[in-house]
């Protein structure tokens, strides 16, 4: 142990450059954690903001971003079926924006009841559950540069009828290129011209002591044209569409996946690289009587040390950098659990790296500490 | 008859295989005796070094027998030839001292390696005459420095075999002088069995026993001044 520390204090120019390699590799793993997770969540965000038990979507729906109609007499039936306590609706669809100088952008709108949960964004009275109508929306901060808005509040047009944008919202960015536009039910069914017989999503919530699944099932007896997901269903749902089903989410997996396999063979060459330049003093200690457990010890603690100060030094330097990715990327999150997440890898990635070294230190001829 | 105490018996090393082959030992046989110092000499490529690998226990023989602390190590396996290794002390030709360690940690870690107490580090290198610069790097010592923190490592754990490759090459006449008489003294006061690989005929002087090779055979024994 003593000599693993001596040599990393010794050549501190070496163990300069196996930290920052390491701390590379965990900014990689971070930052690329950060997007994977911050997409998932930006792909589910708007499911996981309601208060619901149930969605029922039109038949193949495979995300929240791209709705199909529904009957609006569904609503009535899915109330009918026993255990069911609530129902709430959300229409979304694309439309097209103007802002007061006539710049145009297409949005996503999405408009939901009220009762569909505080933490769903629309545009309420402050201090109140009450959705201020008509004609009243609310965006994303991320967004505000985009849709030209400079002040709140501010008159825009939505699919050629009036609408004044009251204020903005935090962590409801899209990762789409249209910007969420989020207003009251009713008034997005008539921005999108939904008709009066159509609705697109029915939320429902459970009466208390009622099993979701055990539910789901009735509603999908009763409801036989249409899919019924539990909210967690839906959520995943819409994740593993936007993760595998579309080229941006397979980029990122693949990214993240390369991040860490980059940062596997950045740390094992300079471990590796590290060992080889003491290979001559393992040598030393096969010659002077040293067993393997001992070498091993060594190469192992000089892992781990450079990795302990490389995943610190990543740590650091990477979660500046994913708050300042913020303004371009506004949806990229580093949740703790993350960086937790990360250690292991990290350790592994050092074991694993050392283990080649290992064997190069084991396979050391101590014959040849008699060349000069 | 006894087992020898450290000895070579129709000891044959090969290198390379096939047409490559070449012989660094041809069938040879040497005894070494407890309290003296034998010299090995031979010009380059005469098997001066393999010889001392093979009774380091560094490497076994492909015929023949090497026999240490009376026991034949081509029979014995790897941990056992490392544990082997523990009983011996080495001094090499570039110093092998660990770079980052100070003097002294240069000592305790061959002590840690065999489980010696770590006391006699430091009373090692006072009797060497290195007190005050135990807590020096050895790139902070001189060569004849380096070779005596060298020899206070190889005898830390007491060994009664002491096995020296060109001991003195890296070093200036009158360094070379003081480490071979200590040598010798660590021999003869001491009775350690010393052998010493040297190229350096001023090795004569202070040897017991001259063995001299020539092309993996021994050509001739003798003992200088008788």
């Known amino acids: 142990m003593r000599l693993a520390w001596r040599n990393i204090l010794y050549d501190r120019g070496r163990f300069l450059v196996t930290v920052l390699g390491i701390a590379f590799a965990v900014f990689l793993m971070i930052f690329q954690g950060s997007l994977l997770v911050g997409f998932l969540g930006a792909a589910s965000k708007l499911v996981d903001a309601t208060d619901s038990d149930l969605w029922i979507t039109a038949r193949g729906v495979l995300c929240f971003d791209f709705s199909a109609p529904l009957p609006k007499r569904f609503v009535e039936i899915a109330q009918g079926v026993t255990g069911v306590e609530e129902t709430y609706r959300i229409a979304t669809s694309f439309a097209e924006y103007r802002n007061g100088e006539g710049r145009h952008h297409v949005v996503a709108l999405v408009g939901a009841d009220p009762q569909v949960g505080r933490g769903f964004p629309m545009p309420r009275l402050p201090r ?5 109508e008509h004609d009243a929306v609310v965006i994303d901060a991320s967004h505000q540069k985009t849709l030209a808005i400079a002040r709140f509040p501010e008159d825009v047009e939505i699919n050629h009828r009036r609408a004044r944008v009251l204020e903005q919202v935090d962590g409801f960015s899209s990762f789409l290129g249209s910007p969420y536009v989020f207003t009251s039910y009713l008034d997005a069914t008539e921005y ?14 459970l009466k208390q002591g009622y099993a979701p699944q055990q539910v789901k099932n009735a509603l999908q007896r009763r409801l036989p044209d249409v899919d019924v997901w539990t909210k967690q269903e839906f959520s995943d749902r819409s994740r593993i569409y936007w993760v595998t089903k579309t080229g941006a989410g397979a980029a990122i997996l693949t990214a ?8 596997l063979v950045v740390v094992s060459q300079t471990i590796y690289a590290t060992t080889m ?3 001559e003093e393992f040598a030393t200690l096969k010659a002077l009587g040293a067993g393997r457990w001992m070498i091993m010890r060594t190469v192992l603690a000089q892992s781990l040390f450079c990795c302990l100060a490389g995943s610190a030094l990543g740590v650091a330097v990477t979660l500046p950098l994913v ?3 913020k303004t371009t990327i506004a949806w990229v999150h580093t949740p703790n659990w993350l960086i937790a997440a990360i250690m292991p890898p990290s350790f592994l990635m050092c074991a694993l790296a050392a283990l ?16 000069a | 008859m006894p087992e020898a105490y450290l000895a070579l018996e129709n000891v044959t090393v090969k290198y390379g295989a096939r047409q490559a082959e070449t012989y660094a030992l041809r069938e040879v046989s040497v005894e070494f005796e407890r309290g003296e110092l034998t010299l090995i000499m031979g010009p380059s490529g005469s098997g001066k070094t393999t010889m001392l690998s093979l009774l380091g226990c560094l490497r076994t023989p492909e015929a023949g027998r090497v026999i240490v602390f009376g026991r034949d190590v081509a029979t014995i396996g790897d941990a056992t030839r490392t544990k082997l290794r523990q009983n011996l002390g080495f001094v090499f030709q570039a110093f092998r001292l660990f770079r980052a360690m100070s003097a002294i940690e240069n000592i305790r870690i061959a002590a840690g390696i065999v489980g010696a107490g770590q006391n006699n580090s430091r009373k090692l290198l006072e009797q060497f005459g290195l007190k005050e610069k135990a807590n020096l790097l050895p790139n902070e010592l001189s060569g004849g420095e380096k070779q005596r923190v060298a020899i206070a490592r190889a005898l830390v754990n007491d060994p009664q075999i002491v096995l020296a490759d060109e001991p003195t090459a890296s070093l200036d006449s009158d360094s070379g002088h003081q480490i071979a008489s200590l040598l010798r003294n660590i021999a003869e006061e001491q009775g350690r069995t010393v052998v010493v690989v040297s190229h350096d005929p001023m090795w004569e002087t202070y040897a017991h026993r001259v063995v001299m090779l020539r092309d993996g055979k021994v050509i001739h024994q003798w003992r200088p001044g008788s």
């Open chain 1, 128 to 132: 109140t559950d009450q959705v201020i």
């Open chain 1, 192 to 205: 999108l011209g939904l008709g009066s017989e159509e609705t697109m999503y029915i939320l429902v919530k």
């Open chain 1, 256 to 263: 993240a996946i390369l991040g860490f396999l980059i940062g």
């Open chain 1, 356 to 371: 080649v070294s290992i064997r190069a230190a084991i396979a050391v001829e101590p014959a040849r500490v008699f060349r």
């Open chain 1, 323 to 325: 708050d300042a990715a």
């Open chain 1, 277 to 279: 330049e003491n290979i």
